[in-house]
């Protein structure tokens, strides 16, 4: 981890994982109570360093409490979508046969669906909260973890090693635990600096569109909110908008730095 | 003569491979007595790793029946099948691939005792010092990772690997080939002591004469998945009937050439 895009990437990650922790620390109260006059400018009042929106809720708690959302969406997305992404892959590829035709056209169905209007149908269906949003993101993205732990496990159960596994005797199971699934995960953690990325733009394009959870600030509300008042307050779009800009950087730049510290050490070892 | 510790009948096995059939095995018939060494020897693709990887049940067979230990081999499934794999087992050629790139050799030898119930947790270690000893290794290697040891040193653990179930025979799919000439000569004479003193069967892989005539009792020569000749070393290399063997006997550097006419 000493490439200058990896360490700029754990600057901002680091920074907005403070935030994320501290705001509820600075800002006890509720982000969306009305604290001020409307429409105040940044800059101008002490207590309100950010100003405040159009219903006098204040931007910087907003921010704060925003880093919050979307970084436990994006974490926990990348999660689910990990999660199933390997249990199916390692599955579809120890098993083969149909077992793998079946569980890969599944897969097939939902990659084929853009993943945006997935999440979309699924939180007009079932209504939104914290929990539907993350399982909604994650129903478009574990079909990428899924396909490749497949392809890592089909080149990896055919290596001399899994083969010595089952000479001694070792159970089937244990073979897959043991010996193929952590020489098949390298690769698909590169994968979750992505899906971490595409989770949290999702999120916030579902809180944009009014689909977000509403008792939750997100960064994507805040943009919708300001956008009413783009020519007058352009800073109510603007600071969420930087915010999302920093998450997804950082996450993009962390993985990158993680990718390369990973390949060095293999070319290294 | 002594009940055979593995015999296989009429072994046949077919790949399909981008629609075009490859007969890799046969009607292979092969036996291979107590204590005893068979070298089976032939050209890349001839079907001896197939065979090896049919008889460790890696593969299945197509037709033909194994006994192991009097035994119906092929027969066996789930839980009685993986009990019984500790009496066969087997050495791969490239000692590197060989091993999950994340373990250590005293992990790797410690797997055989634990799935076994042949030593409990806490005789484990002494028992994983004792297998390394054995194959000419210092017990404190075991807390070392499999990639941190030289190529020889790594096919060690590989025997003292397949020596820790006390199998009845051991395959060795071409052990020295990946290894420098200097170390063959070690791994070849620790797998001679060890069949001398633990009484282990042996079949012995190789797609050249010059090293398995120095270990094998028996030679099997195969040519396209078929045992095109079988006998007793001497018998073979003294008079090889097929076109196979005599190819394959001329291809052995012979010392005496140089002095005669």
New interface residues.
Partial sequence: MHSPEGVAGLCLIVLLAAMAFAAPLLYPGDPLAIVGRALTAPFTDPALPLGTDRLGRDVAAGLMHGARTSLLVGLATALVALAAGTLVGTVAGLAGGLMDEALMRVVDAFQIVPGFLLALAFVSVTGASLPVIILAIGLSAWTGPARLVRAEVLSIRERDYVAAARVIGMHPAEVALREVLPNALPPVLALTAVIVATAVLVEAALSFLGLGDPNVVTWGSMIAEGRNVLRTAPHLSMVPGLGLVATVLGVYLLGEGLADAMAGRKARG | MPEPVLIAQNLCKTFISRGRRVTALDDVSLTIAPGETLGLVGASGSGKSTFA?VL???LPADAGTVRLLGEDWLKLRGRAL??R??S???V?Q?PL???????TIGGVLA??LR??GLADRAARPARVGALLERVGLPASYAVRGV?EVSGGERQRV?IA?AL??RPSLIVFDEPVSALDQSIRGQILKLMADLQKSEGFSYVFIAHDLAVVRLVSHQVAIMESGRIVETGPTPQIIANPRSQTGRALVAAVPHLHRRNAP
Avoid: K, S, T, Y
Avoid at chain 2, 97 to 103: H, I, L, S, T, Y
């Fill in positions: 990887r460790l049940r890696l993986r009990a794999r500790r066969i087992q087997m791969f490239d691939a060989a091993f999950n790139p994340r373990a797997d055989p799935i076994h990639h590989a690997r820790a179930a």
